[in-house]
């Protein structure tokens, strides 16, 4: 398919976009003397937030934006990439379900998703493992493999896990574009230094981080030389990080797994920003759900710190970067 094909839904997220929250607007709402002073302000932008239940707002945020870009695309499943972390959690709810005692499981699910939940859980359910998406087959069967045999749903996670960073992986590497490739590298990193960093200070053995992460490189880190340093230690894992494209989320972890987080984000909007430019192509269209789901994550923060009586300071240290 041809970038110009896209020329209709660059169009319309063109226009969606002056929907989006500004950087200038974050202040605004940070500044606020409470909750309800912000929901105020959030009402008038047109977020349906009803009492305390700021997370509805958030979740119809996300779907709705989602719903317009499946109206929008020429090819349906072209950014699938975007949410397919999405349909691996779900995977490892359905097994957790099925494997163990898990009630009400179904409001866990993650939406929006490449995938019906519904429709895993049920195939998940009968052991139906032929009837799952191809993404999601070999993943699935594995996953409950391990679960039956090790009843640890921890490893049967971090399995699932690496499942989902190599499908990213994947995915990147067979997407058209310049930007789907470097958001999925990116992508792909920090999910193998979030694992990095938590099996080090949890003084995971080698065995374990090998199956944790995909080796020998994924994301453009020696992940193999990773976990040599890794069983070292957090000390000499963010020492060799610093080495690496990822030196300055490295330096944020220093500080803190939060801080980690809050740069990854804003090196992701960051990239969307710069990627979302262009008039034709799927870029500027995965550019716009990225800025929804900063914008998501950020008011998130800000709700939730305000609901809880948090200082301004604080809740200003944990925000994200917005797209706008």
Known sequence: MRDTDYAYAVARIRANENGLLPNSAVAQLIACPGYEEAVKQLRSRGLDIVGADYESALKERLRSSWALIQEILPEKDALDWLIIENDFYNLKISLKAEYGDLKGYERLFARPSAFDPAEIDRAIAKHEFEKLPELLKEPAELGFKVLRETDFAQVSDSVLDRCCIETMAGLAEKAKDGFAKEINRLRCAFACIRTFYRCTLLKKPESFMTHAVPTPVCGGLDTAGLIKAACDGPAKLLEALSHT????????????????????????????????????????????????????????????????????????????????
């Open 245 to 324: 494209d990822f030196a300055d989320e490295s330096e944020a972890l220093k500080s803190s797994s939060a801080a980690f987080e809050i740069m990854c984000a804003d090196r992701l909007t960051e990239t969307a920003r710069e990627g979302g430019k262009g008039a034709f192509g799927p870029a500027p269209v995965a550019a716009y759900y990225l800025a929804v789901v900063a914008e998501t994550e950020c008011l998130r923060v800000i709700l939730s710190g305000k609901l809880n009586g948090e200082p301004n300071e604080v809740i200003s240290r944990r925000a994200r970067r917005l797209y706008v």
